[in-house]
Every structure is written in C-alpha cells, then in structure tokens.
C-alpha cells in the first residue's frame, strides 16, 4: 500500500466517523429527556448511598465525597457502557447487505469502528456538560482533586471511549454467528454495568472479588477514570492504570479483527 493510498483510507475512516457523529448529534430532545431520567436515578442512586455511610462506622475504601463524586460521573459518562450493537450494521449483516460493504476499498473492522466511534461519540458529547454543570452546581459534584488529575481523568475517558467502542464492534461482529443480537447486547450490558462500576463502585466491592475485578477489562470503563477524577487513585499509578486501558481496547481490537475475518469466511449472502 502506498502512502498516498494510506492517506486516503484515513480520510475515508474519519470522514465515516464524522458523518456518524453530526448524525447522532441531531438527536437533541433525546438527549436533554436522557438527562432528565439521569439525574433523577442520579438522586436516588446519592439518597442511597449517603443512608450507606451513615449507618456504618466501618472506615470505606471510598470517602463519602469520593462516592458522590463517583456516582454524578456514572451519570455523566454512563453512555460509555456498550450496551447495544450497531443498528445499521446488524440489518445489513440480517438482509445480505453487508456484501455490499466488501467491495469498498476500505478495511471493514476499521470502517465499522469508526461508525461505532462517531455514534457513540454524539450522546456522549450532548449529555455530559448538562449533566456535569447540574451536578456540579446543585449536587455535590467536586472539581477534580488537581489539575494533574483532570488531565489524567479526561485521558483515560478516551481510552475508555476506545476500549468501550472496542467492545461494541466485538458484539457487532458476534451477529455473523447469530440470529438476533439481542441475547448478546444484553448479556454484554448487564455483565459491563455490574463489573464497571456502574452500580456499585468497584471498591465497595468484597475483599475476596477484588483480585478478579482488577484483571477484567471493565474497570477500564469506568471505575478507573472515575477514581483518578477524586484521587482515590493516585497519580503515581496513572501511567500504569492508562496502560492497563489500552492493553485491554487494543487486545479487543485485535481479536475483532480475527473474529471478522472468521465471519466473513464463513458468510453466506443471497446464496452466494
């Protein structure tokens, strides 16, 4: 491959990923009602908590504070969680459509990767600063604990950013082997909410789960940035968590690729 036709794969990817991401974004009253539904679970999910800390003397691996501010994130960031597969993608791989995709002179992974990354992309951007702000100014949401810690918590967002689109393209891929994708996207959601903190913060955790949790690539998700945004992790283990992140989105990258060549060995369309 020359350079010139490097250049021009590149430019095709990022123009997918573009379209994809001012597509989502026109999404507006969708993402202003998500906010509302958020905040509001947001609420409960503090009440909770707070009655958690209250009633126990128990020194926790967490502050209260460090909770709070655990918990608004959740909120914030919760688009991160892989919960579906791509639409488009799974009606062309149902109706033999997706045929149509291998002629392009494109790499399939990356041009399905770089859908899933604009859409996932556009709620992210629509929900996070109206859920951050309201948080922030009304209920308990602290800045990041240093300027050190902001930048290492907006790093390793995008490296969740990469390793949750890296999970979306590995359900996506899974429908060349299934019927519907429903079974997959839901037991991928539940497993991922649970195991990424979303529910609970990992740390909360029993001691004897702990050592599992650390290994698995959910904690990349959310537990990881979430905890450098309070200093619950300190910016000594930064390097060593953001590569922890990007081990686990690449090594998901690479068995995608595998796994799609596999299925395209094996796809059958109109007969053919």
Known sequence: MTARQLLDGQRAYRAVMSARLREALQYRAAAVAGMVTQVF???????????????????????????????????????????????EIQNMIRTG??????????????????????GRAAPLLLRLPLIYGVAALFFGLRLPASPAA??????????????????????TISLMWTLAGDGIARLTATVTTVLSGSIIPLPLFPDSFQAVLNVLPFRGLMDIPFRLYSGN???????????FQLAWAFGLMLLGRWLLGCGLRRLSSQGG
């Not at 002179?105 to 899933?116: E, G, K, N, S, V």
Request: no cysteine; net charge neutral; charged share 15%.
């Open 97 to 118: 459509n997706v045929a149509y995709e291998l002629v392009k002179p494109t790499d399939l992974y990356l041009l399905w990767f770089a859908r899933i990354l604009g």
């Open 41 to 87: 679970w947001g609420l409960i999910r503090l009440m909770i908590f707070r009655a958690f800390y209250l009633s126990t003397s128990v020194v926790q691996p967490m502050s209260l504070a460090e909770t709070v501010d655990y918990l608004w994130l959740v909120q914030a960031l919760l688009l991160l969680t892989p919960w579906r597969t791509d639409a």
């Open 233 to 243: 992790i300190p910016l000594a283990d930064f390097p060593r968590e953001l590569a």
């Open 150 to 171: 902001a930048g290492a918590f907006a790093l390793s967002v995008l490296a969740a950013f990469l390793l949750s689109s890296a999970i979306s393209t590995l359900m």
